[in-house]
């Protein structure tokens, strides 16, 4: 397969008017437009239909990461205000779930707004803890490629860094709905199954679901498993070159169990569908840490061109390839597997385990946007006029898509 390099961004812009992108959410999950794709049909229908429009005996596979209170606001003692966005953890330990644990100091990758008027110096902000005042103060270690390096410290040695941000922090909506967070977003910017703290924006296509959807999935014959991918801050990063050869994919963290791997083994002949690109991601890659560890390399890190440019085996089949990596992690004892992706998933990919994708709608010249185009085509055109015509809402807090191959 070639590298889709020369694929021009241009070619997935699309008009987005302010007023079709969906600054508050609905007031219930399951309202939403669902625009219904399979093959030729395109229909408008409502989220709560999902469960009777899927596949029989088809597996939904969910992303359980949980947005965390990532935007820390400092005011100088000039007035300035300075916002730290935590990214990803540094030291003492890299691996989120650890790091939320961790008391005082840390080191965090961020971005800085604002970051010109701080050039040097520690900031400090007060914050209450069940009664009693304590501090929380940043300094700058070093200034990155792409952020900076943040020690945080605190003068409570019994507070962990997750109950700092958890007091003091607020939900990093996208930049694009132009408003401050609210306490509605703390609630409704979560899907229902958030399980584990680490990311900096929602998985958007499962904020649809309530308790009562997924329960009745299995009324309708639907399995259904989850996954961890830590959704990093460059899902909201526009391609801005012509092409797509020099766009950097961001790396974000992915996390399955074991048994989620063998479900996903057992239903390799089933309709699988991720709720979600990040979802969508996750799995996919699977298969190419497994065509690397066929190769000797055990990193599980897959790089954005992997797909285009490593050489599989005619009979290295998906099933091959998830019994491989079952093996590696049986023989040494591992519970998770714990990787690294950043996939392009774009026009000219083969998909190697999802035939399905429920997601939301997504900004114009965007990433996301070329993986929708990788599983439905030029049809994605076709479907974005629809939506656009028959007002459906765009963007995080929009309506949701469910698109089928087949």
């Known amino acids: 397969m070639s590298t889709p390099g ?104 961020c971005f800085i707004g604002n970051a010109k008027r701080w050039k040097s110096g520690t900031l400090e902000m007060e914050f209450d803890n069940n009664g009693n005042t304590n501090k929380l103060y940043a300094q700058k270690v070093e200034q990155l490629s792409e952020g900076y390096l943040v020690s945080f410290s605190w003068d409570n040695n019994d507070l962990p860094f997750l109950n700092i941000i ?47 959807i997924i329960s009745e999935l299995k009324n309708y014959g639907i399995e259904t498993d989850k996954l961890t991918l830590h959704v990093g801050a460059g899902t909201f990063k526009p391609v801005v070159s012509e092409t797509i050869a020099t766009h950097k994919m961001h790396t974000e963290k992915v996390v399955i169990r074991i048994n989620t791997l063998k479900h996903i083994l057992v239903k390799l002949n089933d309709p699988i569908i991720p709720v979600g690109t990040t979802s969508m991601r ?48 049986e023989e040494n004892n591992i519970e998770e597997l714990k990787g690294e992706t950043r996939l392009m998933i774009a026009p000219g990919y083969n998909f190697r385990i999802a035939s399905g994708l429920i997601t939301n709608f997504h900004q114009p010249k965007s ?33 949701s898509c469910l698109f089928l191959q087949h």
Not at 79 to 91: D, K, R, Y
Not at 287 to 295: E, G, P
Not at 375 to 396: H, P, V
Request: aromatic share 12%; with cysteine; glycine share 4%.
């Open 6 to 109: 020369i694929i021009k961004i241009e070619d997935y812009n699309y008009p987005l008017p302010d007023e079709k992108i969906a600054k508050f959410p609905l007031e219930k999950r399951h309202m939403s437009k669902l625009l219904y794709k399979k093959g030729e049909l395109l229909q408008e229908r409502k989220f709560i239909d999902l469960p009777q429009l899927l596949p029989k005996n088809s597996l939904l596979v969910f992303n359980e990461t949980k947005v965390v209170k990532a935007r820390l606001i400092f005011k100088k003692s000039t007035g300035a205000i300075i916002e730290i966005f935590c990214l990803e953890p540094v030291e003492p330990v890299s691996d989120f779930q650890l790091a939320y644990q961790q008391k005082s100091p840390v080191v965090w990758k």
């Open 166 to 212: 958890s007091n003091v922090g607020f939900i990093p909506i996208p930049p694009y709905l132009n408003r401050k967070a609210n306490e509605e977003d703390t609630v409704r910017y979560q899907t229902v199954y958030a399980e584990h703290e680490g990311s900096v924006a929602a998985p958007t296509a499962g904020l649809h679901f309530t308790p009562k």
């Open 282 to 329: 996750t799995i996919e890659s699977l298969f190419w840490m497994a065509v690397k560890l066929h190769k000797g390399d055990s990193s599980f890190a897959v790089e954005q061109w992997d797909p285009y440019e490593l050489i599989v085996e005619s009979n290295f089949t998906s099933a091959k390839a998830l019994t491989l990596l079952l093996k590696y992690l």
């Open 367 to 399: 990433t996301l946007l070329l993986l929708v185009s990788a599983l439905i085509g030029d049809n994605w055109k076709q479907a974005y006029d629809f939506a656009l015509t028959n007002n459906f809402r765009f963007l995080s807090y929009g309506d």
